[in-house]
């Protein structure tokens, strides 16, 4: 029997989930909960968010993030990815930096915008 402490609201319910029994969960006050802690075990995903390089004068650098969750063991060959990346200027809300990251339809997209 796991342990865990919902994230999907502000009311932190303290879910056990037995794997035993095909992921059954406990604890929770909602639906949300239950479909959350199954996850969280049998397949866990993140959502990232970072920086990357730019070649502005202003700017050095832009935040990203995935626009959806990925499998939670890719997180650091993502983040190396990302390392090798310099953006040009100038740059929209929502540029796709990186598409379909590991064939998952889920990209890496900018969150401001530089125009120079």
Known sequence: MKELICITCPKGCHLKIDEENDYAVTGNA???GAEYGKNELKNPKRVITSTV???SAEYCRCPVKTNGAIPKDKMFEIMEMLDDVELK????????VIKNLF???VDIVTCKEILK
């Open 103 to 105: 064939d998952t339809g």
């Open 53 to 55: 390089k730019t070649n």
């Open 30 to 32: 909602c639906p949300r």
């Open 89 to 96: 200027t100038p740059i929209r809300t929502g540029d796709i």
